[in-house]
């Protein structure tokens, strides 16, 4: 079946870039999205691409992707401590109906 | 600006138990899905609901059962907790290909 893979954990200084990296097997994924769960709260969506896209920038985020790889990366620009969050990887393609598969998650720590 | 809205926010059970958590949405969104979150796992499917009258078992449905009460309203019941089940549970609705998540329930199954 369908499987999305990602680091569980990144740690980088305040001020420096994030490079969060996700790996998926659908190749018939439509939509590729980047999720963030802050404690205690449920996901919300911070950006998502259409799979005939290559590159999508939005302020101080940068979405990569590789299709012929099959590999997702999500940019964080300026990493600030209130970026510290988890940071999920997810996929829907056109098979898969109604059904979106989530990465495990990326524990990111920012170190002021 | 409530979004999606689950009650309870936490809840402990002991094994055999039954209970319901309850979701609400004030987005108009015809689908509804409910979701498990566990330690170094993804987000599972358990239920949706793609629109009002319809429900399908998603990943993860043993054990579950829901009701999609009207366009608002998606309930998940456990009808006989086990301690398998102890996890974070997000309902979430949607609109076209983005997905909006309530704030979630701790369960705890002892």
């Known amino acids: 079946g369908e499987d999305v893979e990602q680091s569980l954990f990144l740690s980088v200084r305040e001020g420096d870039s994030s490079v969060i990296n996700c790996t998926y097997t659908d190749s018939s994924s439509t939509y590729l999205y980047w999720y963030k769960q802050e404690p205690g709260a449920g996901l919300q969506l911070l950006t998502y691409i259409f799979s005939n896209m290559d590159m999508k920038q939005d302020q101080r985020l940068t979405v990569l992707l590789n299709k012929k790889d099959k590999h997702l990366s999500l940019r964080i620009a300026d990493t600030q401590t209130g970026d510290s969050a988890i940071y999920f990887c997810?996929?829907?393609?056109?098979?898969?109906?109604?059904?979106?598969?989530f990465g495990a998650g990326t524990r990111l720590f920012v170190k002021a | 600006n409530a979004g999606v809205t689950q009650t309870p926010k936490f809840q402990v059970l002991k094994t055999g138990q039954s209970m319901t958590l309850q979701c609400a949405q004030d987005m108009n969104h015809n689908s509804m899905y409910w979701y498990r979150q566990d330690p170094g796992m993804g987000l599972r499917l358990i239920y949706y609901?793609?629109?009002?009258?319809?429900?399908d078992k998603g990943e993860v449905p043993n054990g579950y059962n829901v009701s999609r009460l009207n366009k608002r309203e998606f309930s998940l019941r456990l009808e006989s907790a086990a301690p398998s089940q102890t996890s974070v549970y997000f309902c979430a609705s949607s609109r076209g290909e983005k997905l909006f998540f309530g704030s979630g329930t701790q369960l705890s199954v002892l």
């Open positions: 609901s793609a629109s009002e009258g319809t429900t």
């Open positions: 997810a996929e829907k393609g056109d098979t898969g109906g109604f059904k979106t598969i």
